[in-house]
């Protein structure tokens, strides 16, 4: 059952069937298969019961926070504000991809919002300026994927949803994990452009004068960051009611620069209902699979299969890695999530880890699954902004930024308190 379940959803995953119909599909098949009892009966609860969670509430506030700062122009001013920052080491602008990455994903929650955003502003200067095409594509693309690590991350409030881990405590552990992947993202392409000078591009020419005058540049995604995670992490608010406070700080931005209009917030709000629909549906899809799977029984044969191999933790955890690794080339990420971290979070818990640094270890293997080729969402984001060429030149370039993601791995198995020290030092002290 197991293979088959396995093989069925990669199969119409891979004939283009959109993710939440192929998870409904596999769901009934399997009720219908293995189960005497007809569980489409029990869907409309289970679907009524998700979609009421207060803690999703967050998902649409924090989509629709990161659509108003796209469409109030506060994300290129952003860009071009690190820009002249950044720009002066080897490299260039592709330093400034990973910075304005960075700190837009502390804003938007979201890695294809940051691919996105990141991509519109970025990709004119590519000719413009001389740079090695694939390498600046990798750079936006592998940037994007720090929306899911660095906080408010949506995929940390699933995570915390569907495993019953703390969100704020996964909030603070995210943290310094981003920021040391962000650096190590910095430094592949400083020893790519050292390595390999023909890759630099022109850098972009200011003053010191010219960077201190767009300091302020910076401030408005820092104000709405703190507005979101100073509640949070004060203990004064839950991350659905921060990511309130956030949508009112940027409504007040735009409102400041004068770009909060009828239009402008129509079109935010219909960005918002296409990626919270995408969203949902397969958090509900993926909900019923996981009522499927355990009134059938898969859930506790593989574990008890796990358990007979008689693994050692470490052993367990490698394990685990490595199909995450294999499920991330032909999976889109947050339904691989919702589909296994049920499953695979009480085995990985059994074994002795730390639920709050098993979140973020996952995290990260999802940021592998959205550059993967040839299911990574943020390659197809990329491509898609950029309208010409082959997408082999997204896949190309990107493949650099696989090591750092390695590395990064390698650092939390083993050093886990990058990851448990903040939240020890806040909420366990």
């Not at 409030?157 to 040391?180: D, H, K, N, Q, R």
């Not at 931005?253 to 935010?268: D, G």
């Not at 993926?286 to 008689?310: E, K």
């Not at 098993?358 to 040839?374: C, D, K, R, Y």
Request: overall charge neutral; aromatic content about 8%; hydrophobic content about 55%.
């Amino acid at each position: 059952m197991i293979g088959y379940t396995a093989l069925l959803l990669i199969v119409l995953i891979g004939l283009s069937i959109p993710v939440a119909s192929a998870i409904w599909i596999v769901a009934t098949w399997l009720g219908a298969t293995y189960s005497p009892m007809p569980l489409h009966l029990a869907m409309g609860e289970i679907l009524w019961q998700t979609s009421t969670e207060f803690l999703l509430v967050a998902v649409p506030l924090f989509v629709l926070l990161g659509e108003i700062m796209v469409r109030a122009g506060i994300a290129t001013r952003m860009y071009d504000g690190i820009a002249q920052w950044l720009s002066w080491l080897p490299g260039g602008l592709m330093h400034s991809n990973i910075g304005a990455s960075a700190v837009f994903a502390a804003t938007s929650g979201s890695s294809l919002a940051t691919a996105a955003t990141i991509s519109t502003v970025a990709l004119p200067e590519i000719h413009k300026r001389g740079y090695h095409e694939p390498l600046f594509l990798g750079s936006i693309a592998a940037g994007g994927t720090l929306g899911i690590l660095i906080p408010p991350s949506i995929n940390l409030i699933i995570f915390g949803l569907i495993t019953s881990t703390s969100v704020p405590e996964l909030y603070i552990a995210g943290f310094l994990p981003g920021l040391m992947l962000a650096s190590l993202f910095i430094s592949t392409i400083l020893v790519a452009a050292l390595l390999f000078p023909s890759v630099r591009g022109q850098p972009v020419a200011c003053s010191w004068r010219e960077r201190v005058a767009v300091l302020p540049d910076l401030v408005p995604p820092l104000l709405v960051f703190a507005c979101v995670i100073g509640p949070i992490y004060l203990g004064i608010a839950t991350p659905t009611e921060a990511a309130s406070v956030g949508v009112c700080a940027s409504l007040a931005l735009a409102a400041s620069t004068r770009r909060l209009t009828r239009p402008m917030l129509a079109e935010a709000i219909r960005g918002t209902m296409r990626t919270t629909g995408m969203i949902m549906l397969i958090v509900l899809a993926s909900q019923y699979l996981n009522f499927v799977l355990g009134v059938t029984g898969f859930s506790s044969t593989l574990m008890n299969f796990i358990a007979a191999l008689d693994l050692s933790p470490f052993q367990t955890l490698l394990a685990v890695i490595l199909l995450y690794l294999v499920l991330g080339c032909f999976m889109e990420a947050i339904s691989m999530m919702i589909i296994t971290a049920p499953i695979v979070v009480p085995i990985v818990t059994a074994s002795g880890y730390d639920p709050v640094w098993f979140g973020i270890l996952l995290i990260v293997l999802l940021e592998t699954a959205l550059i993967t080729p040839p299911v990574g969402m943020n390659l197809y984001v990329v491509q898609g902004v950029r309208r010409r060429g082959s997408i082999n030149d997204v896949i190309v370039g990107v493949l650099p930024f696989l090591a750092p993601m390695v590395v990064m791995l390698a650092l939390l198995i083993l050093w886990p308190q990058i990851a448990l020290w903040l939240p020890e030092v806040v909420y366990r002290s």
